[in-house]
């Protein structure tokens, strides 16, 4: 299987996929945290590139994120399938992807109004390490702002402020949207999954939409 799953900010991505690469025993692809991970290596020359652009919300460079998915891409445990989440993301890195042969089937919209976004995101927490995602009401860990496994610290992202919220709904609006016409055009398998209501409720509704 190899899936992508697209939506704005905060519409529950990294959420639904944490379940889904292990009910399908494939890894998730997360751009996202693959370019925190840079960042937070002082010594990565790419996270010092990207540092600025994702704490301003902005996309980083279609031509850096090709290559990061391509390299990636090749490793042996993709063999069997992968997840994407969060590319492709522009036009241009949806054209590279269906240049480069790599047969997608299926692509999981995940929709969810701007009204509900904020909330969510400006409550999330995260274990940097594992990439596990929490929301301090929607879905909290077992003890404050511990990590449920490691018992470590969580953070809250820098890009998680309102208005960088509000300029990442403007950029995937502006640049991201655009892809669903693209993959409808295209003849992709697309499917929309409502995005608001409770976690494993979603879960189930992807399961059947597979
Ligand atoms: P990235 O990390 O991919 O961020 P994003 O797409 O903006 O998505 P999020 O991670 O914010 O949200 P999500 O949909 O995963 O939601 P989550 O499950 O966490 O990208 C960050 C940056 O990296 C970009 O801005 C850009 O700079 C750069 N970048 C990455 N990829 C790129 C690319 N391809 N090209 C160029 N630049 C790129 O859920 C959110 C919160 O809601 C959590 O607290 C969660 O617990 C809660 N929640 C989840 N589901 C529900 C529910 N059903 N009900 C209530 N709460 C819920």
């Given at each position: 299987?190899?899936?992508?799953?697209?939506?704005?900010?905060?519409?529950?991505k990294?959420?639904?996929?944490?379940?889904?690469s292990e009910?399908?025993?494939?890894?998730?692809?997360?751009?996202?945290?693959?370019?925190r991970a840079?960042?937070?290596?002082?010594t990565?020359?790419?996270?010092?590139?990207?540092?600025?652009?994702?704490?301003?919300?902005?996309?980083?460079?279609?031509?850096?994120?090709?290559?990061?998915?391509e390299?990636?891409?090749?490793?042996?445990?993709?063999?069997?399938?992968?997840?994407?989440?969060?590319?492709?993301?522009?036009?241009?890195?949806?054209?590279?992807?269906?240049?480069?042969?790599?047969?997608?089937?299926?692509?999981?919209?995940?929709?969810?109004?701007?009204?509900?976004?904020?909330?969510?995101?400006?409550?999330?927490r995260?274990?940097?390490?594992?990439g596990?995602?929490?929301?301090i009401?929607?879905?909290?860990?077992?003890?404050?702002?511990?990590?449920?496994?490691?018992?470590?610290?969580?953070?809250?992202?820098?890009?998680?402020?309102?208005?960088?919220i509000?300029k990442?709904?403007?950029?995937?609006?502006?640049?991201?949207?655009?892809?669903?016409?693209?993959f409808?055009?295209?003849?992709?398998?697309?499917?929309?999954?409502?995005g608001?209501?409770?976690?494993?409720?979603?879960?189930?509704?992807?399961?059947?939409?597979?």
């Amino acid at each position: 299987m190899r899936i992508i799953l697209l939506g704005p900010p905060g519409a529950g991505k990294g959420t639904q996929a944490e379940f889904l690469s292990e009910y399908l025993n494939i890894p998730r692809i997360s751009t996202g945290d693959m370019l925190r991970a840079a960042v937070h290596d002082d010594t990565n020359t790419i996270g010092h590139a990207v540092r600025t652009i994702m704490a301003e919300g902005r996309l980083v460079p279609d031509e850096l994120m090709i290559q990061l998915i391509e390299d990636r891409i090749q490793n042996e445990d993709c063999r069997k399938g992968f997840l994407l989440d969060g590319f492709p993301r522009t036009l241009f890195q949806a054209e590279a992807l269906e240049k480069s042969g790599i047969a997608i089937d299926k692509v999981i919209q995940i929709y969810v109004p701007d009204s509900e976004i904020i909330q969510r995101l400006s409550g999330r927490r995260i274990h940097e390490p594992s990439g596990r995602i929490y929301h301090i009401k929607n879905n909290p860990p077992k003890k404050d702002e511990l990590d449920d496994i490691t018992h470590e610290p969580l953070i809250q992202r820098e890009d998680d402020k309102e208005e960088t919220i509000k300029k990442r709904l403007q950029v995937y609006h502006h640049q991201t949207e655009p892809l669903i016409q693209w993959f409808q055009q295209y003849n992709y398998s697309l499917v929309r999954v409502e995005g608001v209501g409770k976690v494993d409720k979603i879960q189930e509704n992807i399961r059947s939409v597979l």
